[in-house]
């Protein structure tokens, strides 16, 4: 069973290989930046601090997401030390390189504990625009794990570890937050 997994990412590589054009280098590099952990944590901060000083009743998310990005983020470079799964070797034109291990996407990861949250908390005050916030996550997120299979840095299976990393965090914030405000303690 894992040597299909792995052959099936071997080969997804070499199809990503054979539709790589500059064009889409430059974007899908534009796009990864976008889940980078530098983008991550600073978007995180201003948002924390956002809700710290807003209102009361956000501060609860504060501490939600907080704990959803760390624990992805700590999670995710644990699991990359003990897997150990080394990057694709193919010839690739990327434009940039990198040296951690490949297992699981930390792009991934991150991101959809971040963005995924950012919907969360969105749907939570504009529960109108629910459907509108949710498609254009959904695809922030997509296009993320999608720039790294496009740059040739990962495997599908990275990607999709990441995703559901990132989301066991997202959920472990949501229900941080869901209790923090049952016990009124935020």
């Known amino acids: ?43 995180t901060g201003i948002v924390v601090l956002f809700l710290l000083f807003y209102k009361k009743r956000y501060q609860a998310y504060a501490v939600g997401l907080i704990a959803t990005i760390i624990g992805a983020g700590i999670t995710s470079n644990l699991l990359k030390m003990l897997v150990d799964r080394a990057r694709p070797s193919g010839l690739i034109p990327v434009i940039f390189e990198e040296f951690s291990p490949s297992f699981p996407s930390g792009h991934a990861t991150l991101g959809i504990a971040l963005y995924g949250f950012l919907a969360y908390l969105l749907c939570k005050i504009y529960p109108k625009y629910t459907a509108l916030i949710i498609t254009i996550t959904t695809l922030v997120i997509l296009a993320i794990g999608f720039s790294r299979l496009y740059l040739g840095v990962h495997f599908p299976t990275d990607v999709l570890a990441g995703y559901l990393l990132g989301g066991l965090w997202l959920l472990i914030g949501i229900k ?11």
């Open 1 to 43: 069973m894992l040597q299909s997994i792995l052959s099936a990412d071997v080969w997804f590589e070499n199809m990503m290989l054979g539709i790589r054009t500059p064009f889409f280098l430059h974007l899908f590099n534009w796009i990864t930046f976008w889940g980078s952990s530098t983008v991550i944590v600073t978007i």
């Open 176 to 186: 941080i937050i869901a209790r923090l405000q049952a016990n009124d303690i935020v």
